[in-house]
């Protein structure tokens, strides 16, 4: 398996934004997840996030992400509306021993973090060659 399907602090994030409100507590990214070829691809939607405050590490086949977007708007602003979340982004992704953790890729694009990660070797369907046996024969 390539990706753990289940999140438990996705249910924790909802929770929290009813509770407190969007902006106030950690948000959890939208993502999409699919394998091309010999490579996992991950799609995470944060729009409007400064790359440097993007951060990315993986321990023991756990990927955190996070991320921090702050308001436009100048302290001393009168804000008028207010629908873009800000504050801090995070995702937690449980990955599968098949994957080279060593080896992600990460690039941030029109407010999309891709990460392409790299099946392991080790984990790739191989072919196995059957060897010709000495058939001996038997004389009676």
């Not at 602003?77 to 207010?82: I, M, N, T, Y």
């Not at 504050?87 to 890729?105: A, C, N, V, Y």
């Amino acid at each position: 398996m390539m990706l753990m399907r289940t999140d438990p602090f996705r249910e924790f994030d909802r929770l929290a934004q009813q509770v407190f409100g969007p902006g106030t507590s950690t948000s959890a990214m939208p993502m999409d997840a699919y394998r091309a070829g010999d490579d996992f691809i991950v799609h995470f939607d944060i729009p409007g996030i400064d790359p440097e405050s993007i951060e990315l590490d993986v321990e023991r086949n756990v990927l955190n992400v996070r991320a921090e977007r702050r308001s436009p708007a100048p302290e001393d602003a009168d804000v008028v509306v207010s629908e873009r979340p800000t504050g801090h982004f995070s995702r937690q992704l449980f990955l599968g021993e098949t994957l080279d953790t060593e080896r992600i890729d990460a690039t941030y694009d029109a407010g999309v973090l891709t990460l392409r990660i790299p099946v392991a070797e080790a984990a790739k369907p191989r072919r196995i060659q059957i060897a010709g046996g000495d058939r001996k024969q038997i004389t009676g």
